[in-house]
């Protein structure tokens, strides 16, 4: 892919500028702290990672933070992995997620909106009030700080309520969706022995409803450390025996009490998709997590009072947390609980026009599916109060981005980011004051010092490297749980580059500042010597109308050879005759080059995801190079595990 494209998509003209936060902030920061006052952006951002303590500490002041005890000093050690952040200081996540009911009482904190599609409002008022009623209920069971507390919830107001009712208590969330079957669930509960467990009865999806009694009833088997099991009857059906109502426990009408625990005191646990093992716990603070997600919401995302906040996500992704803390910044948070397209294609812009969203986040995947089944979303919908369209979990190809400005708005802003469930935030992505160019996220986040590196560990520019960020985040994991030595932690991120965080993607770092993202290293293709990542290949292939989504491998060869299949899931109708076959290579050929051309074009009935949607490159790869199933990943994290039989099959068939 091209870094070298002059022309920029999109601008944000000089009245966005003016009033954007980040703009703001920076003057702001140049009178208070010694930020450079002129050089916009990339300004800031220099002197952001440069003077890492002076800009956290900025941050802090800038949102207000509230520290009941104060700071000794913003960062005590800075080595990776053990950085300490704000040492000797206390405060409440969930007290900073519920100021706005000073002065926004009777707006809406939460919209929420099942495939009805009809947005029903929770105010500020009414959130607090549950939030103060339902944290009185938990330490009335028993619930102390660092106990954690579960949830096997759909994006409802009341998975919010919970979350937030535990962050008051000083205990750790934890939570599953409700379409992860049991052994998922346990896969990831079991190794953080929850004390509760809020449950819905099921849930409605693409128009039917599903029952989760069962599953329910086995994990309370399952997790005997459970006291008490709460249910919430979704679905109207009654209580089982010996679970708490729902109602009961959030009818009080009283005020929050706000534990005040230290900056690095957990606030949940997440899970790493889980592909090829037990799913990795992933636990961070709730001062990391508080001054990560007000640097991101609201300098990034330029998120306010004014705005609402809209992203397709469910419980058991990062993504859901990053918008909860959407009410960090007083913004009204949209929850849309149900089919992304259901009844429809054009169902998530349904819910954005309904709900009036500012900020709309979908998956890049949706963009691609809304610009393949022929979507309009400006004929068709209003959606003039959606100032930024943003995209994640793959990167966003340029024809994406073409069709977004397109078919939604030319003045619209695409901010295409990247992070990770590991540091629940993103690296690079939105900058309200920035072009956007086509295929590029705009530039690496404040405090971030991204770079790429080549395999001796030197930065490189306009060049494919190792994503790696070389000084500390906030947000970054305390720990993982059950890993008593570290190991795990480290062996995950620093065991390539001793004290540097490699995270497992391929980057390009333009000389302009964006990033172009190019798919995971660690299921890389590397032929002759030359790198390449999948998502180039999966963007030209795509854009052939039919290939409904593909696969490539890459496979190290006994003979010192390398294979590269391409599986691809044709549309229904389609056949991978020859004409076909010589449309794919000569796509790829033409679009990349003659290198990108698979060995092999293969059809599949399918391509397996983890739960989350990311395709499973790595298991298939091992499963290919003859790993049995049982070892080459771990089944409750894929979503139809009946798919991988056939790489199984095709591998015996090689051997």
């Known amino acids: 892919m091209s870094t070298l494209n002059p022309q920029p998509l999109w601008q944000p003209d000089p009245e966005r500028i003016a009033q954007a936060q980040v703009t703001r902030f920076q003057a702001w920061a140049a009178e208070r702290h010694g930020a450079p006052a002129e050089g916009g952006y990339a300004a800031l951002h220099r002197w952001s990672v440069d003077e890492l303590d002076t800009f ?3 941050v802090a002041e800038w949102f207000d933070v509230r520290f009941s005890t104060p700071y000794a000093r ?6 990776m992995p053990g950085a300490q952040w704000f040492p000797g200081a206390t405060l409440n996540y969930a007290e900073h ?3 706005a009911t000073a002065t926004r009482a009777d707006e809406p904190a939460l919209l929420y909106v099942d495939e009805s599609h009809d947005p029903r409002p929770v105010t500020w008022t009414e959130l607090r009030r549950q939030v103060g009623s339902l944290a009185a209920e938990l330490r009335a069971l028993g619930v102390r700080p660092g106990d954690r507390v579960s949830g096997y919830l759909p994006n409802i107001p009341q998975a919010v309520v919970a979350l937030l009712a535990t962050a008051a208590v000083g205990g750790v969330w934890t939570s599953c969706a409700p379409d992860f079957g049991a052994r998922s669930v346990l896969d990831r509960f079991q190794q953080v022995e929850p004390v509760v467990l809020f449950t819905v009865d099921g849930y409605r999806y693409g128009g039917k ?9 086995e994990l309370r088997r399952e997790l005997p450390t459970l006291r008490a099991v709460v249910h919430i009857p979704l679905l109207g059906t009654e209580a089982p025996e010996g679970a708490l109502e729902w109602s009961a426990l959030t009818a009080e009408d009283v005020e929050p009490v706000f534990e005040q625990v230290p900056f690095d005191h957990p606030l949940w646990v997440l899970y790493s998709s889980g592909t090829t093992g037990l799913p990795k716990a992933i636990v961070q603070s709730q001062g990391g997590i508080l001054v990560e997600h007000l640097k991101q919401l609201g300098l990034h995302c330029d998120l306010g009072p004014e705005d609402r906040f809209f992203w397709y996500t469910s419980t058991g992704w990062m993504m859901w947390n990053f918008l909860v803390s959407g009410l960090l910044t007083g913004t009204t948070v949209v929850l849309y609980d149900g089919s992304p397209g259901y009844p429809d294609t054009g169902a998530q812009w349904r819910v954005a026009e309904r709900t009036e969203a500012t900020l709309y986040g979908t998956s890049a995947a949706y963009v691609m599916a809304c610009r393949k089944a022929g979507v309009h ?8 109060r959606v100032r930024c369209v943003a995209t994640t979990g793959s990167p966003l190809p340029p024809d ?3 069709w977004l400005h397109d078919e939604v708005r030319h003045d619209l802003w695409i901010a295409s980011v990247s992070g990770g469930t590991d540091v629940c935030s993103c690296f690079a992505g939105a900058v309200p004051t920035l072009p956007v160019y086509m295929g590029e996220l705009q530039a690496p986040g404040l405090g971030t010092d991204l770079q790429s590196w080549d395999p001796s560990g030197e930065p490189v520019v306009d060049e494919v490297g190792e994503l790696v960020v070389t000084n500390p ?16 932690y480290h062996d995950s991120y620093f065991d390539t580059f001793p004290g540097v965080w490699r995270h497992g993607d391929w980057i390009t770092v333009t000389s302009r500042g964006s990033v172009v993202i190019h798919g995971r290293s660690d299921s890389t293709l590397n032929r002759q010597g030359v790198r390449m990542g999948s998502a180039d290949i999966y963007e030209a292939v795509e854009r052939l109308p039919e290939i409904k989504e593909s696969l490539v491998i890459g496979i190290e060869q006994p003979d010192g050879g390398y294979w590269m299949p391409l599986f691809v899931h044709l549309a229904p109708g389609t056949v991978l005759d020859d004409a076909l076959l010589d449309r794919i290579k000569q796509t790829i050929r033409e679009q990349l080059s003659p290198r990108h051309v698979p060995d092999e074009v293969i059809e599949v009935p399918g391509i397996p995801h983890t739960l989350t949607g990311k395709r499973i490159e790595v298991p298939v790869k091992r499963l290919l190079q003859g790993t049995p199933l049982e070892k080459a990943v771990n089944p409750g994290s894929i979503d139809n595990l009946d798919l991988l039989h056939f790489y199984e099959d095709l591998a015996r068939k090689r051997a």
């Not at 979303?377 to 003039?384: A, G, K, M, V, W």
Request: aromatic share 12%; net charge neutral.
């Open 377 to 384: 979303p400006s004929r068709d919908f209003d959606l003039s």
């Open 400 to 402: 994406g981005f073409r």
């Open 56 to 58: 956290w500490k900025a």
């Open 209 to 217: 409803q599903h029952d989760r009694r069962e599953t329910v009833a």
């Open 74 to 79: 913003v960062l005590d050690d800075r080595s």
């Open 473 to 488: 985040m906030p947000s970054m994991p305390i720990y993982f749980w059950n890993d008593p030595d570290g190991s795990r």
């Open 97 to 99: 997620a519920l100021r």
